[in-house]
């Protein structure tokens, strides 16, 4: 039979504590909507005590949302917990979050008390709490650091106070994961009145172990995950619900499932990302860019054959519409032509073999090909005139300082060198071609144009010249615009002489 996992999100309290990602209320309504639709069973919505706003904020959303648990946080202090209390009147299910520090280093040097005194703030909290609203969870703040024994008397007495769920933060990240989980067994068995309460993982990832902690405290007994969007949160931040959530929807033998609609996860990551301006590292689990990218040529070519044999989860279960073949310099012949035929330009091995080499030079140029660069290297590769080719060019240029370029070309199965000067780079460049070929050709039309506005990107040149009378017309392109500019002049020549 299987088991629910409960989603408890900290994005609008936990993850709004990071330095310049605060939100104000209407963006708090827009994110606390769509963790709704999202389908979290408990949305933390603040800590009504610290400010007007978050009180507000509180209040606002209470009344936007229907469906989730709202939650407001306090300390074990009665004016925190009136106040959560009254901002929380107009939710359908308003719970409090109450609870103080269990650890040696907070029992002693932020409280300068005892462990039988925060006991008793702790079941005080709990009973007036309980008083106010209808459902009450307890956290014991550094829960990670605190001696197991000690912390099961703490769980046992506010259990008996009223508190339904139980908290058990690793606040500072640094429990690591096989002890998570033993702390939570150990509770699951020692605690004897544990059965009238969930606990609940709140992991933060200090050093980089909040999903395997969360996990961990899963795997043996907990039953509400504390989690946000992204992975935001305080310092390195909190778990991540998209990687909890993908866990346990990957790994169903657990007999554990959320109640979160995964297809909703990439709009949401997109939502908060934007809102409190804080971009999501490229190689995120589940929703970086990079998540579902494969760029490596032995990757691309099993990911062709059968999409399992490199991705482990279906982009279209987070809401991708299909993962990305990016194309480097790592690239293979199977992923260029994938590409190719997905932009319906369908070539032959031969036409396929004698692109790719130009291929891997621009993208040793570029680092990342895009559809754009690609028609242009298939433009290119139809037009090129092999009876004239450039094999190296260098200009030499600057300010007070006349433009020469030095070209050489294969010509007529031939091998030839120049030196050209001119008015910058190109005409110097032009005029060496010119001394090569030995004929009058006049430049009529000169046009460059930029694919994208990157500056390491593609430049296209268009060009006409005039040979005997006629017009010929050329077409190069190149990250370099000296070399587009002297392939699109060959292109044009090249025609002119045949």
């Not at 979290?40 to 959303?61: H, Q, T, W």
């Not at 996990?215 to 995950?225: D, E, F, M, T, Y």
């Amino acid at each position: 039979m299987k088991e629910k996992v409960y989603v408890f999100d900290t994005t609008l309290r936990d993850g709004e504590q990071v330095p310049g990602c605060q939100l104000n209320t209407v963006e708090k309504i827009e994110v606390a909507r769509m963790l709704e639709a999202l389908g979290v069973d408990v949305i933390e919505a603040g800590f009504p005590v610290s400010s007007p706003g978050d009180f507000n904020s509180v209040v606002e959303i209470s009344k936007a949302v229907t469906n989730p648990t709202i939650c407001a946080l306090t300390r074990a202090v009665e004016k925190d917990i009136e106040v959560a209390a009254d901002a929380l009147k107009l939710a359908k299910q308003g719970r409090i979050h109450t609870g103080i520090g269990t650890s040696d280093f907070h029992i002693k040097y932020k409280f300068n008390s005892t462990p039988e005194e925060i006991i008793e703030r702790a079941v005080r909290a709990v009973k007036f709490a309980r008083n106010l609203v209808g459902e009450v969870e307890f956290y014991a703040e550094d829960a990670g650091r605190t001696e197991n024994k000690y912390l099961a008397r703490v769980v046992e007495a506010t259990i008996d106070a009223g508190a339904t769920i139980i908290n058990i933060p690793d606040t500072t990240g640094y429990t690591l994961p096989h002890e998570y989980g033993a702390k939570i067994k150990y509770l699951t068995e020692h605690v004897s009145n544990i059965h009238k309460a969930v606990l609940s993982t709140h992991c933060h990832n200090d050093l980089g172990m909040a999903t395997a902690n969360t996990l961990s405290g899963i795997l043996n007994g907990a039953r509400q995950v504390e989690v946000a969007i992204n992975g935001i949160g305080e310092r390195a931040g909190n778990t991540s619900l998209e990687e909890v959530v993908m866990i346990l929807k990957s790994h169903k033998k657990q007999g554990l499932y959320t109640g979160i609609d995964s297809k909703k996860i990439m709009p949401a990551s997109r939502l908060v990302s934007t809102l409190m301006r804080m971009p999501v590292q490229p190689n995120k689990a589940i929703v970086g860019r990079n998540a579902f990218a494969h760029s490596s040529g032995i990757h691309q070519d099993g990911f062709l054959k059968k999409r399992e044999t490199y991705e482990i989860i279906n982009p279209k279960d987070v809401g991708l519409n299909q993962s990305s073949i990016i194309l480097t310099a790592r690239s293979g012949r199977a992923a260029l032509k994938h590409r190719l035929e997905e932009m319906n330009i369908k070539l032959s091995k031969p036409e396929l073999d004698e692109i790719y080499p130009r291929f891997l030079e621009l993208a040793d140029k570029k680092k990342e090909i895009n559809d754009e660069d690609l028609l242009v290297l298939v433009d290119c590769d139809k037009s090129i005139d092999k009876s004239i080719r450039l094999i190296g060019l260098q200009v030499l240029c600057g300010k007070n300082l006349q433009a020469s370029a030095t070209v050489k070309l294969c010509y007529k199965g031939e091998e030839f060198v120049e030196v050209g000067l001119g008015n910058g780079p190109i005409d110097a460049s032009l005029n060496a071609i010119r001394s090569i070929v030995k004929q009058k050709i006049h430049l009529e039309d000169f046009v460059i144009q930029a694919i994208t506005r990157g500056s390491n990107d593609i430049g296209k040149v268009h060009m006409s010249v005039e040979y005997k009378g006629v017009l010929f017309y050329g077409f190069g392109a190149n990250t370099d615009i000296v070399q587009a500019s002297v392939e699109a002049f060959l292109d044009a020549i090249g025609k002119a002489l045949k």
